[in-house]
């Protein structure tokens, strides 16, 4: 599982993970499908952790006035209210 989340951060496809950890594509992609298996947490905490690392930067760099980044975190802010 810890290999699973390392390369979920790096935003590594489930394809490629597969043959990293050396199993079917689609047996791994069926257990990150089922919410609650442990292959799909460390999937998620893979990727929702460096997905936060990249927020944390995008702020930084919209406080430091990147109008990209500003732009960005707008749209961040938009998505976040939809959510809830």
């Known amino acids: ?3 699973i989340e390392k390369l979920a951060a790096l935003y590594m496809p489930i394809s490629d993970i597969a043959v990293i950890i050396d199993v079917p594509a689609e047996s791994l992609r ?5 919410k609650e298996s442990d292959a ?4 998620m905490r893979g990727k929702t952790g460096a997905k936060l690392k ?4 995008e702020m930084t760099l919209a406080l430091v006035g990147s109008s990209l980044a500003l732009e960005n975190c707008r749209k961040n802010l938009m998505d976040m209210e939809d959510d809830e």
Do not use: G, S, V
Not at 40 to 43: E, Q, T
């Open 1 to 3: 599982m810890e290999q």
């Open 30 to 34: 069926a257990e990150i499908a089922m």
């Open 40 to 43: 799909h947490k460390a999937y």
């Open 54 to 57: 990249l927020r944390q930067q």
